[in-house]
C-alpha cells in the first residue's frame, strides 16, 4: 500500500504533506530529525492520510492537496472538524485523526 500523508507540527502552526509506502517508519523518520524539511518542527503528528493500491496515484494525491485547492480542502476536513462528504479519490481510503 502507498499512502499520502498529513502531518502537522506540535510546536509549530505548520502542516507536511508527503507520500511512502510505510507510514510509521516515515513518521518516526520526521520525528528524528531525518528529514532535513521538518527537522527544525519536531515533533510531527500524523493528522490525516488516504491509502492507495498504487504509488501514482498516492504521488497525485499529494501533488493535489499542496495545491490551492488541496489546502483548502485540508483546512476544511481538519480545522473545522467537518465531515467528509464523499471519498474525493476513487479507491482511496480516507483516515482523519483529530
Known sequence: ??????????????????????IYKR??????GKCRYTSGRRPWQLVYKEEY???GKAMKREKFLKSGQGRKFLDKIL???????????AGA????QR
Open 1 to 22: 500500500m502507498y499512502y499520502a500523508y498529513v502531518i502537522k507540527s506540535q510546536s509549530h502552526d505548520t502542516r507536511y504533506v508527503g507520500t511512502t509506502n510505510d
Open 93 to 96: 481510503k480516507l483516515y482523519v
Open 53 to 55: 493500491s498504487i504509488r
Open 27 to 32: 513518521l518516526n523518520e520526521h520525528n528524528s
Open 79 to 89: 480545522l473545522k472538524n467537518e465531515p467528509l462528504a464523499e471519498n474525493p479519490t
